[in-house]
T-cell receptor, first 114, second 112 residues
């Protein structure tokens, strides 16, 4: 069965510093995708970054990068130069390619301190 | 501009009322989803659809029902609302490629 584990319920980071949010996954599929979403207090879910299981390079989108370690089944999100607006819930998610469902982790709440 | 819409954004209603939460998308996606989420908690999949006239129950047991008569429209109905239904309901859609989900703004439901 597929599973996403986020072991950090809450994280604090100083403004302008980098922070890593952990995500491990479990799947028997060979072809899958990994996603990170941000959910501010307003409640909407914002797509941040995607990594395909066959992508050899780590995905990057602006200040976001995904540290993909396939053998360890980890897909950590790295946010560089944290900003106050980064304070939010962050969800890691996984879907098998062409599949019907996406499974989400329990989320990590990030607090950025001024 | 392609997007996904949900109405109403906020709803306060009494116990026993029938309600329908609307969700529409303009991206032509075949797959659509409904999630239930309590504040600050994980998402629970309650219904999904992979095309017109197809609907499936998700991982979380729900007393709601859905329909998919048109590709762009995926409404969720509660026949008799109860306080335990108080939550946020998120609608999403995706295509068949990488399964990136596009989310609507959500409906925050309060049942008194």
């Amino acid at each position: 069965a597929q599973k996403i584990t986020q072991t950090q319920p809450g994280m604090f980071v100083q403004e302008k510093e980098a922070v890593t949010l952990d995500c491990t996954y479990d799947t028997s599929d060979q072809s899958y995708g990994l996603f990170w979403y941000k959910q501010p207090s307003s409640g909407e879910m914002i797509f941040l970054i995607y990594q395909g299981s066959y992508d050899e390079q780590n995905a990057t989108e602006g200040r976001y990068s995904l540290n993909f370690q396939k053998a360890r089944k980890s897909a950590n999100l790295v946010i560089s130069a944290s900003q106050l607006g980064d304070s939010a819930m962050y969800f890691c998610a996984m879907s098998n390619t062409g599949g019907f469902k996406t499974i989400f982790g329990a989320g990590t709440r990030l607090f950025v301190k001024a | 501009e392609a997007d996904i819409y949900q109405t109403p954004r906020y709803l306060v209603i009494g116990t026993g009322k029938k309600i329908t939460l609307e969700c529409s998308q303009t991206m032509g996606h075949d797959k659509m989803y409904w999630y239930q989420q309590d504040p600050g908690m994980e998402l629970h999949l309650i219904h999904y659809s992979y095309g017109v006239n197809s609907t499936e129950k998700g991982d979380l047991s729900s007393e709601s029902t859905v329909s998919r008569i048109r590709t762009e429209h995926f409404p969720l109905t509660l026949e008799s609302a109860r306080p335990s239904h108080t939550s946020q309901y998120l609608c999403a859609s995706s295509d068949w490629t990488i399964n990136e989900q596009f989310f609507g703004p959500g409906t925050r439901l309060t049942v008194l």
